[in-house]
């Protein structure tokens, strides 16, 4: 086991969440969705020292010609880092993230700012809660 990133991939911007333990995910960062993201990405993998990635994928866009994008990118960056990357629904994300920053007293303009971040964080937090809970099934 290792760090894992979670990654939400959005046409202008990519909202980055890392989780050191496996249990936990926390936001990390935001980048711009502008050159060679996957070997972007790989970097910053490799300087976390990951054992993985995980990419949130609309479920509406799973099995039709939306989906493209991101299982080319999953793929890219699977290919750059040779490490697993693993494409999981990332549903309501957004709207959960937002929902998070408004309870916690954030403004509009700080949530526009944070929200891809968190809304990776949820991603990424989904995925780890599901794995943990497979876990539990096996044992």
């Keep these: 086991d290792g760090p894992i990133i979670g990654i939400d991939l959005g046409s202008r911007r990519i909202g980055i969440a890392v989780s050191e333990s496996g ?8 980048m711009r969705n502008e050159g060679d993201l ?4 790989d970097q910053l993998g490799r300087e976390l020292e990951v054992v993985g990635f995980v990419v949130g994928i609309p479920r509406r866009t ?21 490490k697993p990357v693993i494409l999981w ?4 994300s957004t709207v959960e993230a937002a929902e998070h920053l408004r309870a916690a007293g954030r403004n509009r303009r700080e949530t526009a700012r944070a929200i891809d971040m968190y809304a990776a964080a949820v991603i990424l937090q989904s995925y780890l809660d599901e794995r943990e809970q497979a876990a539990r099934r096996m044992s």
């Design 38 to 41: 996957p070997s972007r990405i």
């Design 23 to 30: 249990l936990i995910a926390s936001p990390h960062s935001v």
């Design 62 to 82: 799973h099995a039709t010609a939306g989906d493209r994008k991101y299982r080319d990118f999953a793929e890219a960056l699977r290919q750059k880092s040779c």
């Design 89 to 92: 629904d990332e549903s309501l």
